[in-house]
């Protein structure tokens, strides 16, 4: 019997992109037998050729043992990176001979105690103690340095910059501490 032709889009050429070109395969019927018409007889070939043709297109997606993925083609100017590994450092010899030592300790953080009027009346009356402190330090490192040099307990730490650009401290001491005893252990009065 006569082939007929039909149209079936494949890949063309080895790229493998999804680019399709008509191409025209001839499509065997199986002859018709006496007696019956010509037109269920071609189904079980069309069926068959659907099948090679997906097996085809799975093979064209994934091909070959490590699964190597055709190229898609791009529609969006996004390029993701696929992520890959990252391991930890692993230095060969130390970046730093030594460790480095920390700027603010407790003799760099309170530089004096002020001994100006408004500082000895703040001693007497509120139980304060004023000092210059570092300029980087703020009030919970001033209050651990005040604890570690003079063995005391505070309350509260306020602080300002003054004009001068050094930052002061008023240290208010618990009340179980006399402000003029510290002052007078320190050496101020």
């Known amino acids: 019997m006569p082939a007929k032709g039909k149209t079936i889009t494949k890949p063309s050429g080895p790229k493998r992109n999804l680019r399709t070109k008509p191409i025209v395969i001839p499509i065997k019927t199986a002859p018709a037998k006496s007696g019956k018409s010509g037109k269920g007889s071609a189904k079980p070939v ?3 050729i659907a099948i090679k043709r997906a097996i085809d297109t799975a093979t ?3 091909k070959g043992r490590q699964g190597v993925r055709i190229k898609r083609i791009r529609t969006s100017c996004r390029f993701h990176v696929r992520p890959t590994l ?3 450092r692993a ?5 730093k001979s030594m460790p480095r030592k920390t700027r603010l300790d407790k003799f760099s953080i309170i ?3 002020l001994t100006t009027e408004a500082a000895m009346k703040k001693i007497e009356e509120h139980n304060t103690l004023v000092f ?3 300029i980087n330090a703020n009030k919970h490192q001033i209050k651990m340095a005040v604890k570690k040099l003079y063995e005391i307990n505070t309350d509260k730490v306020n602080t300002l910059i003054r004009p001068d650009g050094l930052k ?3 240290v208010k001491l618990a009340s179980d501490y006399d402000a003029l005893d510290v002052a007078n252990k320190i050496g101020i009065i």
């Open 111 to 113: 530089k004096y105690p």
């Open 132 to 134: 210059i402190t570092d």
């Open 46 to 48: 069309i069926k068959k």
């Open 91 to 95: 230095p060969k010899y130390p970046r």
């Open 60 to 62: 064209r997606v994934i």
């Open 86 to 88: 990252k391991q930890a």
């Open 168 to 170: 002061k401290a008023y």
